[in-house]
């Protein structure tokens, strides 16, 4: 095929069909093949380059904390009172197709974080649109945009996500205005749209941490209703000496074994 059709090919975005089609030039099980064949597995290649890129995409906006974290790498061997059929269904992603949520606590390095990226992972693999945020910088981040006049189109972007991840949520304390853009920020995404928080607090203490029973009955009225829950046992993972490697040989110290 002439250079001039490979480069309109490239105009048009096609490079999965260009990558396929310089691959049958210099192959010689291709040319055994009948033109529906070889045409056939073009396309294929074009659809599969075009799924790749979207992953790609979506990973890449999603700003994971543990960008390598991913459901197969979890050592189900560790005692972390994990249940693995819990973890598989979420895995399908149906509890984000339904707009669930999923609450996520134990004490702090036991692995929350590269579990809920973990997740996070497999939603963008999925083809679901993901943010990680920790819970202090995405207030802050908030803050910023009362001041700047962005607030209503940031709010806007945050409640369009499939997946919010909320990450340390609990660690300081809690001002009026930012229970108040909690508040909204769920409120926007209630029933349409799914919300993952980790925190070290059990969920019980979640209403009396938030020191304002009218809006801490309406915070978790739109969280926790709605919600899969994952608590998580154990010593901290952060000493590397407790961290075994999966049977694949994956000795991530941020968190493969959860």
């Not at 099980?29 to 074009?46: C, I, K, M, P, T």
């Not at 560790?78 to 819990?86: Q, W």
């Not at 895995?91 to 390095?109: E, H, P, S, V, Y």
């Amino acid at each position: 095929m002439n250079e001039h059709t490979l480069n309109q090919l490239r105009s048009l975005r096609l490079d999965g069909m260009v990558r396929a089609l310089e691959d049958q030039a210099v192959s010689t099980a291709a040319s055994a093949l009948g033109f529906d064949e070889r045409f056939s597995l073009v396309v294929q290649r074009q659809v599969s380059w075009r799924d790749d890129r979207r992953v790609a995409r979506l990973l890449k906006s999603a700003k994971l904390k543990v960008s390598s974290a991913c459901i197969e790498d979890i050592n189900w061997r560790a005692s972390r009172a994990l249940d693995s059929s819990l973890v598989a269904a979420l895995a399908t992603g149906d509890w984000i197709r339904k707009a669930q949520n999923l609450l996520m606590t134990g004490a702090t390095g036991c692995g929350k974080t590269w579990l809920a990226c973990a997740l996070a992972h497999q939603a963008a693999r999925s083809g679901f649109s993901v943010l990680y945020a920790r819970a202090g910088r995405l207030f802050d981040e908030l803050q910023v945009a009362h001041g700047d006049g962005s607030f209503a189109r940031r709010m806007t972007q945050l409640a369009k996500l499939d997946l919010l991840i909320i990450d340390d949520f609990a660690i300081a304390p809690m001002g009026a205005t930012q229970r108040n853009d909690l508040l909204e920020l769920l409120d926007d995404r209630v029933g349409t749209r799914s919300t993952l928080i980790t925190s070290q607090l059990p969920v019980k203490t979640w209403h009396a941490y938030l020191d304002d029973p009218t809006v801490a009955d309406a915070i978790l009225d739109r969280v926790v209703h709605s919600s899969h829950r994952i608590h998580l046992k154990g010593p901290t993972l952060r000493d590397n000496k407790q961290i075994k490697p999966t049977s694949q040989g994956n000795s991530d110290p941020a968190g493969v074994t959860v």
